[in-house]
């Protein structure tokens, strides 16, 4: 069964440093998201992409964060200059299109700024 | 704006036994879905059941099914004969079906104890 993927699993950096977070989307699907869960916290709606464009951005999705599709397979996001509170678990999602459909989840990304 | 409300941070069951976890939300929309998520000690967000608010029939997934009380604003998840497996934090989540707002807005999640 096609699984949404992701990489680093897990990933240590310092405050003010740039970090890449990346994520396969299953292969058919049109719609990509990122969330992020702060530890013992809600999960936190950050970014849609949809047809090489964000769709819809949070307020948490402030200037230094930004997403990217560079190819057909892969999708992006980095964090320009990290905070400590940008420590959290970061999910990618994605959907087929259809308005109906269901988002998948990768197994996600734990970054922890130092 | 929408939310989602999961008033019990924890939960337990013994196993076997049937367990129901509760979500209220609360929306000025008549077109929408509602999902329980699961995220065992992994972390990954597994999808459980899905539930689209025009349909009056709840949904079901073998051990797992909803009771989708659309008046109340209400969402509970209920688990039979559960089982060690079980044990995971879940999540109920709401998303509009208007236009192409396609984000989930979360509860806080009910953390599943399921006792041997």
């Known amino acids: 069964e096609p699984e949404v993927t992701q990489t680093p699993s897990h990933q240590v950096t310092q405050m003010g440093q740039e970090v890449i977070l990346r994520c396969v989307p299953i292969s058919n699907h049109l719609y990509f998201y990122w969330y992020r869960q702060i530890l013992g916290q809600k999960v936190e709606f950050l970014v849609s992409f949809y047809n090489n464009e964000i769709s819809e951005k949070s307020e948490i999705f402030d200037d230094q964060f930004s997403v990217e599709r560079p190819d057909g397979s892969n999708f992006t996001l980095k964090i320009r200059s990290t905070k400590l509170e940008d420590s959290a678990m970061y999910f990618c999602?994605?959907?087929?299109?259809?308005?109906?459909?269901?988002?998948?989840f990768g197994p996600g990304t734990r970054l922890l700024v130092l | 704006a929408q939310t989602v409300t999961q008033s019990q941070p924890e939960m337990s069951v013994q196993e076997a036994e049937t367990v129901t976890l509760s979500c209220t939300y609360d929306t000025s929309e008549s077109d929408y879905y509602l999902f329980w998520y699961k995220q065992p000690p992994s972390r990954q967000m597994i999808l459980v059941i899905r539930q689209e608010a025009y349909k009056q029939q709840n949904a079901t997934e073998n051990r797992f099914s909803v009771n989708f009380q659309k008046a109340a604003k209400s969402f509970s998840l209920k688990i039979s004969d559960s089982q060690l497996g079980d044990a995971a934090m879940y999540f109920c989540a709401y998303r509009s079906g208007a236009g192409n707002n396609r984000k989930l807005i979360w509860g806080l999640g009910t953390s599943l104890a399921v006792n041997p």
């Open positions: 999602a994605s959907n087929p299109a259809g308005l109906r459909e269901t988002q998948y």
